[in-house]
């Protein structure tokens, strides 16, 4: 059973570009959180999606930043017209379906990281 | 809002030696999820151990055990053998039960095992 896989592992950006980074859970997964890691810090959790829905996006910056988990394919975080303070690394985690996820352990992806120039 | 705290930024431990590595919380729920994750120099997130709120028995994982103290709000991890492998940033992590599963995690101790 693969675990959850996330590509791109590194990706440049300069100012004012687009960033996708993209998720596949784990599977049998229904639940996908994205995490950002700034240098030197713990993860802050971003987003909790099931499948085309967002469950709880608290964590999101209100604007540039957005994510889907679409029917079919990977989850996708997108971040436009991206700043150096982006610059992080992004991880993604799956739990399988359980009671809305409820206590589910969450399983890491190794982790997109974000350079922008 | 919960906050999660490790108060030791980094420790250090000798190969085959026992290290605990402390972590507090702040919360008003009474039934939750607490996890050990460690972060190797790969930067992979690996879970390292779990405990549910409502379970009075301290979690076990071969070498690694924690000490749940949910009245002072403490979940330490120990990790006893030391091995070379352990190095890792070890991040203590907490979730709520309930819709909004996302973990919270607090800053990470950095461990160093030497010879």
């Known amino acids: 059973n693969a675990g959850v896989m996330q590509n791109p592992r590194h990706l440049v950006r300069r100012r004012g570009q687009e960033a996708r980074l993209r998720c596949s859970p784990m599977k049998g997964h229904s639940h996908v959180y994205w995490y950002r890691q700034l240098p030197e810090e713990g993860l802050k959790f971003m987003v909790y999606?099931?499948?085309?829905?967002?469950?709880?996006e608290s964590g999101m910056p209100k604007e540039r930043f957005s994510a889907e988990f679409p029917k079919e394919g990977p989850s996708i975080l997108r971040i436009q017209q991206v700043v150096r303070g982006d610059s992080a690394a992004y991880f993604c985690a799956s739990s399988p379906p359980g009671l809305a996820g409820v206590g589910e352990t969450q399983y890491f992806g190794p982790g997109t990281r974000l350079l922008v120039l | 809002a919960q906050t999660v705290t490790q108060s030791q930024p980094e420790m250090s431990v000798q190969e085959a030696e026992t290290v605990t590595l402390s972590c507090t919380y702040d919360?008003?729920?009474?039934?939750?999820?607490l996890f050990w994750y460690k972060q190797p120099p790969s930067r992979q997130m690996i879970l390292v151990i779990r405990?549910?709120?409502?379970?009075?028995q301290n979690a076990t994982e071969n070498r690694f055990s924690v000490n749940f103290q949910k009245a002072a709000k403490s979940f330490s991890l120990k990790i006893s053998d030391s091995q070379l492998g352990d190095t890792a940033m070890y991040f203590c992590?907490?979730?709520?039960?309930?819709?909004?599963?996302?973990?919270?995690f607090g800053t990470g101790t950095r461990l160093q095992v030497t010879l």
């Open positions: 919360t008003s729920e009474n039934n939750y999820y």
């Open positions: 999606l099931q499948k085309e829905n967002i469950i709880d």
């Open positions: 992590a907490f979730m709520k039960t309930g819709t909004a599963s996302k973990l919270t």
């Open positions: 405990q549910e709120a409502y379970k009075q």
